[in-house]
């Protein structure tokens, strides 16, 4: 109908334009998860929405408010879907969100391996290094994973495992 109504150079937009949209679809995103919280008796089949709204969420925090992530992983109802969430937080370096994304999934064995690794590695964050991570992670499992608790309290208690 409009031809020249958008044109390859209005489609991109300035920084300042960028935030305050990701800033609005931040907004709605929000509104749209406390509705499906509030109507999830009346309304059928809403994972796959929470799902697309918490993952996408997550991803306009990590663009504009990236000190919102923790707080959406640590949500006991968040619906982060883990590969694209997992694959995204890498990009971004965020290793203590991955470990809190796996955390609130109950993948703690993924978790762990993960501070396994971080805290073995010379190259790793001063903020990861060293096993008290693995230790107040192994603390804070329940007696259901005693397994888990045992098979990875060893690398705490001989450090030079943790190399």
Do not use: W
């Not at 925090?61 to 995204?88: G, Q, T």
């Amino acid at each position: 109908v409009y031809p020249d109504f958008v044109t390859e150079s209005s489609i991109f937009l300035n920084a300042k334009d960028t935030e305050a949209a990701i800033e609005a679809l931040i907004n709605y995103l929000v509104s749209q998860r406390m509705y499906l919280i509030k109507n999830e008796e009346v309304l059928k089949d809403t994972k796959v929405t929470k799902t697309i709204i918490d993952t996408t969420l997550l991803k306009c925090y990590l663009k504009n408010k990236p000190s919102m992530v923790a707080s959406l992983l640590r949500l006991k109802d968040n619906e982060c879907h883990v590969p694209e969430c997992e694959k995204v937080l890498k990009r971004h370096k965020r290793v203590s969100d991955i470990i809190l994304l796996y955390k609130s999934k109950e993948l703690h064995e993924k978790a762990l391996n993960t501070l396994r690794t971080f805290g073995s590695s010379p190259n790793s964050s001063q903020e990861l290094s060293g096993p008290e991570h693995t230790i107040k992670y192994l603390q804070e499992l329940g007696p259901d994973h005693f397994d888990l608790i045992k098979a990875y309290s060893k690398y705490t208690l001989a450090p030079s495992l943790y190399r």
